[in-house]
């Protein structure tokens, strides 16, 4: 590879280590709101999934059973939102909000004795004879077991919503709610594992933070990353594979800004840090522009109460 190009592979692995996270998390919360469920909580599940995650990685020292930990972990807060919301009829926007500032104190308090603490992080895939070749190697085998999940997760997640049966009922729950309950279809159930399948992507997503990403856990690691992800639905009109492009396209503006500063231009760090953050904001003004086409992509029940009854 030519000295002029040697910096394309570590900067495309570079992109798609910051984009994971966010697709796990995306792709969790996609399948949520196609349910009509709005639940804004993938910031606190995403670091309580990450704290449970290092913690069972560095105590039992399995990668696996930390990723099975940090996916439990999701759940356990999903399900408890639902129990809020789909059980007692709380307010879906208001419990997502707790339930984020919930899950950034019990994060820190299950944490507490871990910072600081090392670990040796995911595993990479070695295929000997194809791992070592120039540029394909790295970027198609030189990643670790959630980057390659996550790839898989968005051909299932697409192909689960439309093309089965069950994905057919998910979006008619999410539609129409009240007609879905006619016909005989379960919509607390089907919510109730939606809303499950979307704290363990969550719970995954900040597993990975913790387990490859920076393999270190750290008070508010998240970052935000779950509010990106929250946009990252909206702006991938509920659609597993926009949801990949629109990751990967938030991914390269986080790490532009570390490239930038790499390269000695004269722009302070602080506003650098910024800019996932504008991107996020600029990405809904664009979407909010377009409400009326917004409207008719989103769930028709999106966060909207269900009760059988009435």
Sequence with gaps: MSGDLVWIVPTLLSVISASTP???????????????VLNLGVEGMMLVGAISAFAVGVTTGSWMLAVVAGALAGMVMSFLFGVLTLT?????????????IFGVGLSALMGANFVGTPFAG??????PGLSTMPVLGPLLFGHDFLVYLSFFMVAFTAWFI????????????????????????????????AVLFGGAMAGLGGAYLSLAYTPMWAENMTA?????????VVFSSWRPV??????YIFGGVTMLQLHIQGVGVAIPSQLLSMLPYLATILVLVLIS??????RLNAPACLGKVFHPAA
């Design 22 to 36: 966010l697709l796990l998390a995306a792709l969790g919360e996609l399948v949520a709101e196609r349910s009509g």
């Design 88 to 100: 007692l009829l709380a307010n879906q926007v208001a419990t997502g909000l707790a339930l984020s």
């Design 162 to 193: 439309l093309r089965t049966r069950p994905g057919l009922i998910l979006r008619a729950v999410g539609d129409n709610h009240d007609a879905a309950h006619s016909i005989g279809h379960p919509v607390i159930l089907v919510r109730y594992l």
């Design 242 to 247: 926009r949801a990949l492009l629109g990751t």
């Design 122 to 127: 995911l595993p990479k895939l070695d295929i």
């Design 289 to 294: 522009r377009e409400s009326v086409r917004g």
């Design 224 to 232: 935000g990353r779950g509010w990106i992800a929250l946009a990252l």
